[in-house]
């Protein structure tokens, strides 16, 4: 089976460099770089007293791994006010956490080279579990300033609505 079905003469995988994150609806500015989407199943060994002296293994707890959002500092709040919803030192002794609205569906979306959406995961019930505002900081240093979320996360699946985008064909100019 071809690997690519609209698109039989791609032989390439996707890269990982053209993506973009949703949540609340909008796209989320900025972001460089997501986190790998893991899931892990603990096997469960066991044995019954007449088996030969081996372990039968069946699937457990399924656990999916947190992922982390980071991006260049700016003035977007948006990271902020998400990690603020679980923890916000000023708002006032007993009002710091608010649960009331601190989870949140995400999807995100990956891109061919064309620029095209090409696959989108959803993941639900994310809630900020770490939040780094400023890196660590180096007057004798040049590089970009970065700052992080770290989304738990209550599962992902593959949106399926999103199909394999037909490529763009180019052509030589006509000779003129």
Known sequence: MAQFSVNPQRFDPYKNFKFRVRWDGKYVAGISKVGALKRTNEPITHREGGDPSTERKSP?????????????VTHDKEFEQWANKVWNFGSGLGAEVSLKDFRKDIVIEMYNEAGQLAIAYKVFRCWVSEYQALPELDASGSAVAIQSLKLENEGWERDYDVSEPVEPEFTEPAAG
């Open 60 to 72: 457990g707890q399924t656990k999916f791994e947190a992922i982390t959002l980071e991006r260049g």
